[in-house]
């Protein structure tokens, strides 16, 4: 598996903020992974709940126990820093930051962006988002998006969450789907370059398609490259 496994072939996932109100970006994400196949051990977060679709939930991420390999965050903004904080005390490898409010917003909320990303590195992991809508692995059955993904061959990099959607209704129109899809959102850490490569070395992708808003210095040249 390549260097961004642990987004894509996880053997655990943690998901903060999980809960059964389908109303709520937590519930439908929450239930999609629960109900996409996915055989690996699920470990939903939720302080007001005492289980979440019939499976165990706990109060924060701290008391999960054993090794989380991917933590999927969906808290209110003013909660992400604390979350940050237990993913970097229980060392997980990656992180999943669904919430937004940060550098779509202000420059200070660049600046906060920047802190969570050193915060997970300094661990050794890597982090998509924040303000990222939705991820899916065919070859894991991980469904992260709260919508039905058609599966197939193609890889799927989007900036625009609501563009993976558009996809998927295209995709089942014409009878193609998709071996892995992530909306990239702020990409604070990992961004389109970094995961079209990852995808170059997927066994079960034989194309990879792309929707970017736009790039930092260098990452054009980067993929000129790549």
């Known amino acids: 598996m390549g260097s961004f496994s642990k987004f894509f072939q996880p053997s655990s996932i943690a998901f903060v903020g999980a809960t059964s109100d389908e109303s709520k970006l ?18 939903p977060v939720n302080p007001r709940a005492q289980s979440i679709l019939g499976i165990p939930a706990y109060s924060n991420l701290l ?10 965050i969906v808290v209110p903004t003013n909660a992400v820093l604390t979350t940050i904080d237990d993913c970097t005390r229980k060392k997980i490898p990656a992180v999943m930051l669904i919430s937004a409010g940060f550098g779509e917003v202000n420059e200070q909320g660049q600046q906060v962006e920047l802190s969570i990303v050193n915060k997970v590195r300094s661990v050794g992991g890597r982090m998509l988002g924040p303000n990222c809508a939705g991820l899916f692995s065919s070859a894991a059955g991980i469904n992260l998006g709260g919508a039905t993904v058609p599966e197939g061959s193609i890889a799927l990099i989007s900036q625009s969450g609501n563009l993976l959607l ?35 070395d997927d066994p079960d992708t034989s194309v990879v398609l792309t929707y970017i808003e736009g790039w930092e210095e260098g990452r054009g040249r980067a993929l000129f490259e790549l």
């Open 63 to 72: 008391e999960v126990p054993g090794a989380v390999d991917l933590a999927v």
């Open 166 to 200: 558009d996809f998927n209704l295209r995709a089942l129109e014409v009878g193609l789907g998709f071996s892995r899809q992530v909306a990239i959102g702020n990409a604070a850490d990992l961004d389109g370059v970094d995961l079209i490569a990852d995808c170059l």
């Open 26 to 43: 937590g519930g439908r994400r929450f239930r999609s992974l629960v109900e996409g196949g996915f055989e690996g051990e699920i470990f």
